[in-house]
């Protein structure tokens, strides 16, 4: 089993920046990819992008290319969203993934096995 915790969200203007974390135990050799995805009231759970682990290969959804990127530091298991340029429309939960497969370009949330409990982001003046 890998456990994942999210921390970082917050209330932030538009046009502002946040950082959310995510920490990993557990059986992490399991977690060969790990992803962030959101979800805002009334949607589906939204891919946001993700990172292979291994090699540190990323992957990012459209709308938020350019604005978001992820790190990682692997002697913490820590994974990283560096968000800029937020905008209203990025409010929503956003959670941690992983999978112990290599497929962290993928946009299903059926596909990661382990999820975090979520950190609420909320972009308003």
């Known amino acids: 089993q890998v456990q994942l915790v999210e921390s970082g969200g917050g209330l932030v203007q538009p046009g502002g920046s946040l950082r959310l974390s995510c920490a990993a135990s557990g059986r992490t050799v399991s977690s060969a990819s790990r992803a962030w995805f959101r979800q805002a009231p009334g949607k589906e759970r939204e891919f946001v992008g993700g990172i292979n682990w291994s090699d540190g290969s990323t992957f990012y959804a459209d709308g938020v290319k350019g604005r978001f990127t992820f790190s990682r530091d692997n002697a913490k298991n820590m994974m990283y969203l560096q968000m800029t340029g937020l905008k209203p429309d990025d409010t929503a939960i956003y959670y941690c993934?992983?999978?112990?497969?290599?497929?962290?370009?993928?946009?299903?949330?059926?596909?990661?096995?382990?999820w975090g409990q979520g950190t609420q982001v909320t972009v308003s003046s």
């Open positions: 993934a992983a999978t112990q497969y290599n497929r962290y370009n993928s946009r299903w949330p059926v596909d990661y096995e382990y």
